[in-house]
C-alpha cells in the first residue's frame, strides 16, 4: 500500500506531459563536420533544454512555431523554428571568438545550473600547456607541486588545503580521479595521465552543493570532458629550458565516420604523449612520462549512442623533495638534503557509456568504468629525527583495483505552469587496494611499518529537481545518500604493531538546495545551503570509533552572476563552510591527527571583460578566513590555509592565427601555525605566451616567472633534523619554486 501511495504522489507531482513532436539532429563543426559534444539547445517557446552527445546528437521536443536556439562556446549562436528543425539531419556550426555572445546568466536556461561559467570561459580561452594547468583555469584555485613533478598537486580553494584531494573531488568523463585511503593522502587525485590537448569542456563547482559529485567535494569539484573526436591529425613537439622534451601524436581513426560497421555514424581517435625532464634542481629529476589515450563513439540509431574509452599512463622520477630554510646556505636554493627521493607511478582507466533517448524528453544513461592504480613514492620530510643513524626515508606502495557503476535517469515534466526536471542517479564504487609503508635507507628497503589489504565501497543514489517556478524563479533542490563499507587486514598482525583489523559501516544523508532569480535576464541571484562530507582512511573509520568516517560539511552561499551587454560576465559570492572535523591521516607517518571541528568565510570575485575586439581581460580575486573552532582564540588559525588569491589576465585571439596571453598569481601571506607567529611569505609570478597558426604549422613560445622571482611554491613548518645536529629543529620547509622558464613548440596538422 505504501508503495502505491508513493508512486501516486509521485506521478501528482510530476504532472501529465504536453504532446509534442520529437526531432533528432546532430550538429556538426561547419569546417571538419564532426560532431560537436556539449552543445546547448534551448526551447525557447517552452524551455525545454537539451544537451548534444558525444557525437553531437540531440533530441528536443516542441511545436512546427516554437522557436529553437543552438549554442556552444566558440561557435556562433544559431535560431530555427522547430518546422525547421523537422527536416534537417544535420546542422553546422560556425566556429568563432565572440565566446560571450553565447552564455546566458538566465538559470532555467541552463542544463547545469550551479556551473562556473567564468571558469568554463577560461578554460575555452587560456593557455593550457600540461594537465595542471587545467586546475588553474578554475578561478581561486591554487597548486603547488612538491615531489619532482610526478606527485598529484597541493590544492588549495575556499581557505582549504585539500592536500592532493582530500575536500575538492576531480572527474575525468564522470570517472572519479580521487582515490580514497591512498598510500600518500586521502583523496589524492593525480591528473597527470591527461592529456590537455584532448579537453573539450569542463564543469567547474564551488562548495558541496551539486549532488552529483558527492565525497571529496567540499570546497568544490572539477569534471573534465575528453573531446568525442579529432578534426585532423597532428604531430607537436615541446622544448623547454632544463631539459625538458615532450611529443604528442594525435590520429583521427575514423576520417570518414566508418570503423566496424558500413551505416552507422562512429568516431574514434588514439592520442599518445611522452615526456622527458631534467629540471631546474640541483640533483636530475630524470621524470620520464608516457600517456595513451582512446576513444571510441558510435551512434547506433537516433535514440542510442555508444562510448568507450581507455587510457595508461606511467611515469617515474627523482625529487630533491622539501628542504629546511636553514640549510638554504649550505645545499644553494635549488638543492637537495637527500636526493634519493621520488617515485613511479601508473595508471589505467577504462570506461564503456551507453545513453538511451526515450520519449517525452527522457533519456537513461549506464556506465561502468575500471581503474588500476600502481604507485611507488619515497619520502624524506624530516631527514634524521627519528632514526638519528639511518635517516627517515619512507617507501609508500599500493596497488588498487577500481570497479564503479553509474545509472542515470532524467525527464522533463510540467506541472500546472511551471516546469521541472528530475535527475535519478545511483551506483557503486568499490575499491580493493593493497598498501605498505616501508621505512628505508636511500630507496633500500629496512623494515615494514604498516601493511594492509582495503576494501572500501561506496553504495549511493540522489534524486535532484530544478523546478522552474516562473520566468525569474528556479529552484534546485534534493538529497544525496551515501553508504560506505570500510574493510582493512592488517598483513603485520602478530609480527610487528601496524594497525588493526577490522570493518565498519557508515552513512550519510546530504540534502542540498539553491534558489535562482533573475529580476533581469543579465542578472542572476542565487542562495545556495547544502551538505557535503568526505569520507576518511579506512584505517581511521575501523580505529577511531568515537570520530564519524564521513565528517559531514555545512556550507552556505549567496551572490550574483551578472552580464553587461555582450562585454562582460561576472560573479560575486559570499559563502561560509562549517567541518565536522579537520581530521586527516598523516600518510608518511602511518598516524592520525584530527583538528577538530572548523569554520570558514568567505568573498569569491571573478570577471571576464571584452576590451577590445578580440582581446579580454580577466580578474579573479578571493578572500577567505578560517579558524578552528576547538582551540582558544588566539591560537585557532588553520594552518596553510590561503587568506588572499588573485589571478589576472589578458588574452588576445585574433582570426589571422595569433594567440598572445599575459597572465599574473598573486598569493598572500598565509600562517603554518594555528598562533600565526609563523606566516608564509607571500608570491606574485607573471607568466606570458604567444602562438600563431600558419596554414598546416602552429608556432608557440611560452614563459613562466618572468621576472625570476626566488619562491617557494610548496612550504610548512615543522621539525626536522640534519645530520649532526643534536635535536629536532622547527624550520620552515619548501620546495622552491620554478625560476625564469622559456619553452617552445611547434605541431603540424595533417
Known amino acids: 500500500m505504501k508503495k502505491t501511495l508513493t508512486i501516486l504522489m509521485f506521478i501528482a507531482i510530476h504532472g501529465a506531459v504536453v504532446a509534442q513532436e520529437k526531432v533528432s539532429v546532430r550538429l556538426v563543426d561547419a569546417k571538419s563536420l564532426t560532431g560537436i559534444a556539449f552543445a546547448h539547445i534551448l526551447n525557447q517557446s517552452t524551455s525545454s533544454i537539451a544537451t548534444s552527445n558525444e557525437n553531437g546528437n540531440f533530441q528536443i521536443t516542441g511545436n512546427g512555431s516554437d522557436s529553437i536556439k543552438v549554442s556552444c562556446l566558440g561557435y556562433g549562436i544559431q535560431t530555427f523554428l522547430f518546422s525547421e528543425l523537422q527536416s534537417k539531419k544535420e546542422i553546422e556550426l560556425t566556429a568563432n571568438a565572440e565566446y560571450l555572445e553565447t552564455v546566458s546568466v538566465v538559470a532555467y536556461e541552463s542544463e547545469n545550473v550551479g ?40 590544492i ?60 571529496f567535494s567540499v570546497s568544490g569539484a572539477a569534471r573534465y570532458k575528453s573531446k568525442n573526436s579529432l578534426d585532423k591529425n597532428s604531430i607537436q613537439f615541446d622544448v623547454g629550458e632544463y631539459g625538458y622534451q615532450r611529443a604528442l601524436v594525435l590520429l583521427d581513426l575514423t576520417p570518414d565516420n566508418k570503423l566496424f560497421t558500413k551505416n552507422k555514424y562512429e568516431r574514434s581517435y588514439l592520442a599518445l604523449e611522452g615526456t622527458l625532464n631534467e629540471s631546474f634542481f640541483d640533483s636530475n629529476q630524470e621524470f620520464e612520462k608516457f600517456s595513451g589515450f582512446y576513444k571510441y563513439n558510435a551512434q547506433f540509431s537516433e535514440a ?36 634519493t627521493e621520488g617515485g613511479s607511478t601508473a595508471r589505467l582507466n577504462s570506461s564503456v557509456k551507453l545513453l538511451n533517448f526515450l520519449n517525452n524528453n527522457q533519456k537513461i544513461s549506464n556506465q561502468i568504468y575500471y581503474t588500476n592504480n600502481q604507485y611507488q613514492l619515497f619520502s624524506n620530510f624530516t631527514f634524521f629525527l627519528n632514526d638519528s643513524i639511518n635517516g627517515d626515508m619512507v617507501e609508500q606502495v599500493e596497488n588498487r ?102 570493518t565498519r559501516d557508515a552513512y550519510r544523508l546530504s540534502p542540498k538546495i539553491s534558489l535562482f532569480y ?100 580577466n580578474l579573479s580575486t578571493n578572500l577567505s578566513k578560517g579558524v578552528l573552532l576547538d582551540e582558544k582564540e588566539g591560537e585557532n588559525s588553520i594552518p596553510a590555509a590561503p587568506r588572499f588569491t588573485s589571478t589576472a589576465s589578458v588574452i588576445y585571439n585574433h ?59 610548496a612550504i610548512f613548518y615543522d621539525e626536522s633534523r640534519l645530520q649532526g645536529e643534536p635535536t629536532g629543529v622547527e624550520d620552515y620547509h619548501f620546495t622552491p619554486g620554478t625560476p625564469r622558464y622559456f619553452k617552445g613548440s611547434i605541431t603540424y596538422s595533417f
Not at 575538492?168 to 585511503?181: E, G, Y
Not at 593525480?190 to 549532488?211: N, Q, R, S, T
Not at 552580464?563 to 581530521?583: H, M, N, P, Q, R
Open 156 to 215: 588549495f580553494l575556499r581557505g582549504f588545503d585539500n592536500d592532493h584531494g582530500t575536500d575538492f573531488a576531480i572527474f575525468m568523463d564522470d570517472v572519479p580521479i580521487n582515490l580514497s585511503s591512498h598510500a600518500h593522502g586521502q583523496g589524492y587525485a593525480d591528473m597527470h595521465f591527461i592529456i590537455p590537448e584532448l579537453i573539450e569542456g569542463a564543469d567547474y563547482y564551488k562548495g558541496p552543493f551539486e549532488l552529483e559529485n558527492g565525497n
Open 655 to 713: 582570426k589571422s592565427g595569433l594567440d598572445l596571453y599575459v597572465g599574473t598569481r598573486f598569493m598572500a601571506k598565509r600562517p603554518l601555525v594555528e598562533d600565526e607567529s609563523i606566516m608564509a611569505d607571500e608570491y606574485f609570478l607573471l607568466d606570458a605566451s604567444i602562438n600563431y597558426t600558419y596554414k598546416k604549422f602552429r608556432f608557440g613560445v611560452s614563459v613562466q616567472n618572468i621576472m625570476n622571482k626566488e619562491w617557494m611554491e
Open 401 to 502: 583495483n577500481i570497479l564503479g557503476y553509474i545509472f542515470e535517469y532524467d525527464r522533463e515534466d510540467k506541472m500546472g505552469g511551471t516546469k521541472l526536471n528530475t535527475t535519478f542517479s545511483m551506483g557503486f564504487r568499490s575499491d580493493w587496494v593493497q598498501s605498505e609503508l616501508v621505512s628505508a635507507v636511500k630507496r633500500k628497503r629496512l623494515k615494514y611499518v604498516d601493511k594492509n589489504n582495503v576494501v572500501e565501497t561506496n553504495y549511493w543514489a540522489y534524486l535532484k529537481e530544478n523546478w522552474k517556478l516562473s520566468e525569474k524563479w528556479l529552484v534546485q533542490f534534493g538529497t544525496r545518500l551515501d553508504y560506505f563499507n570500510f574493510d582493512i587486514t592488517n598483513q603485520l598482525e602478530g609480527v610487528q604493531d601496524g594497525h588493526g583489523t577490522g
Open 304 to 339: 542510442t549512442s555508444l562510448v568507450v574509452s581507455t587510457s595508461y599512463f606511467t611515469s617515474e622520477w627523482n625529487a630533491s623533495g622539501q628542504i629546511p630554510l636553514r640549510a638554504v646556505d649550505t645545499i644553494g636554493w635549488f638543492g637537495a638534503i637527500d636526493d
Open 115 to 154: 556551473v562556473q561559467r567564468v571558469d568554463k570561459l577560461s578554460l575555452k580561452m587560456m593557455p593550457v600547456n600540461n594537465a595542471q594547468d587545467l586546475l588553474k583555469t578554475m578561478s581561486g584555485v591554487f597548486i603547488a607541486q612538491h615531489a619532482g613533478g610526478g606527485k598529484a598537486e597541493q
Open 518 to 617: 533573475n529580476p533581469i535576464k543579465k542578472v542572476q541571484l542565487f542562495a545556495k545551503a547544502g551538505s557535503g562530507f568526505h569520507s576518511n582512511y579506512t584505517h581511521a573509520a575501523v580505529e577511531q570509533r568515537d570520530i564519524h568516517p564521513l565528517p559531514k560539511a555545512l556550507s552556505a552561499e549567496v551572490g550574483a552572476e551578472f552580464k553587461v551587454g555582450k562585454k562582460l560576465i561576472g560573479t560575486l559570492a559570499f559563502w561560509t563552510i562549517k567541518s565536522d572535523a579537520e581530521y586527516i591521516f598523516v600518510a608518511d607517518a602511518g598516524e592520525f591527527e584530527n583538528n577538530g571541528s572548523s569554520l570558514r568565510k568567505g568573498i569569491d570575485f571573478a570577471i571576464k571583460y571584452e576590451v577590445l575586439k578580440n582581446t579580454w581581460f
